[in-house]
């Protein structure tokens, strides 16, 4: 997933925060698990702490299996995303 798209998902949230506002916050929290993801991969390869290793991965692919659960239940019409095809 590029940054612009990201952005783009983000913008469509922001500009819809009135009517969706859980939809608003649970992106935030994916955006905030996909840095962490990020600023956490330095310490474990400096301090060599393995065991965190698959946490990051898994903050690193947060948006991507965010993104993947939504247009999955979008696609079986158990949830709407408008901006899915936004």
Do not use: N
Request: charged share 15%; hydrophobic share 55%.
């Amino acid at each position: 997933m590029t940054l612009a798209e990201l952005q783009r998902i983000k913008q469509w949230h922001v500009a819809h925060r009135a009517e969706h506002p859980l939809e608003y916050h649970l992106w935030d929290g994916v955006l905030t698990l996909w840095l962490l993801g990020w600023v956490g991969m330095l310490p474990v390869a400096i301090f060599g702490v393995v065991l965190a290793f698959p946490l990051c991965l898994v903050g690193i692919a947060a948006p991507d299996l965010y993104i993947a659960w939504r247009t999955r239940a979008h696609r079986a019409s158990r949830l709407r995303c408008d901006w899915i095809v936004a």
